[in-house]
């Protein structure tokens, strides 16, 4: 059974169109994370939450925000996406510093 | 984090062992040795983890060099199921709740 669901798998929008992807989880997790995986490259950590407490990455654009309202949910919204935003999107969670990490199958984002 | 690295591809034929290195030279003793791999179309799944003793699970045995320079990711048998790209990261436990993803190795696996 999925743990870490990621909806939807495949979203499409429109250039400068604000668009919100969800993630979920059934592990009671301290730690959401969300990162960027761009075509042929290595998964890049845009934030993550540790409980309410949210930590962005230096390099994270502005235009990339996200909210917790819950313990189970986390969002990722984009205000402006641009055409270099089109990547997957992973979310992950993690119990404590020390477990590993439960990844996402990813909401895949294209940009018209 | 501490850099690692990988070779960027490899080959396997099928139900025989792979080793998959990784160096990371510059490791300071409060790391610990992640591998996490991503199959096609989906997130990144744990793999193995480690500090200094090798480590086996249901999945994999991890190989760590005796100066922790290098460590070996193996899988005993390969199936075609465990084609993916694998990644080898470096975790200190006093630097927060990341995980810096290098460029891994994309296993190939051939029947």
């Known amino acids: 059974d999925a743990m870490v669901i990621q909806n939807p798998r495949y979203q499409v929008t429109q250039f400068g169109k604000p668009v919100t992807l969800s993630c979920s989880q059934t592990?009671?997790?301290?730690?959401m994370y969300w990162y960027q995986q761009k075509s042929s490259q290595a998964p890049k950590l845009l934030f993550h939450?540790?409980?309410?407490?949210?930590?962005n990455e230096a390099d994270t654009p502005d235009n990339f925000q996200s909210r917790r309202p819950n313990t189970s949910f986390c969002f990722l919204d984009i205000r402006s996406p641009g055409l270099g935003d089109a990547a997957m999107y992973l979310c992950?969670?993690?119990?404590?510093?020390?477990?590993?990490?439960?990844f996402g199958d990813g909401t895949r984002l294209s940009i018209l | 984090d501490a850099k690692t690295t990988q070779p960027n591809s490899m080959e396997s034929n099928e139900e025989e062992p792979v080793h998959l290195p990784c160096n990371h030279s510059?490791?300071?003793?409060?790391?610990?040795i992640h591998w996490y791999r991503q199959l096609p179309s989906q997130g990144p799944e744990y793999v193995i983890h480690?500090?200094?003793s090798n480590v086996n699970n249901r999945m994999a045995s991890l190989a760590i060099a005796e100066d922790r320079k290098s460590s070996t990711l193996i899988l005993h048998r390969a199936t075609l199921r465990d084609a993916a790209v694998y990644y080898c990261?470096?975790?200190?436990?006093?630097?927060?709740?990341?995980?810096?993803f290098g460029g891994g190795t994309r296993l190939m696996v051939k029947p």
């Open positions: 992950a969670t993690r119990r404590d510093m020390v477990q590993p990490q439960h």
């Open positions: 990261i470096l975790k200190s436990d006093n630097a927060g709740n990341m995980l810096t």
């Open positions: 510059t490791i300071s003793g409060t790391d610990y």
């Open positions: 592990l009671n997790h301290n730690v």
């Open positions: 939450y540790y409980d309410k407490d949210f930590n």
């Open positions: 480690g500090l200094t």
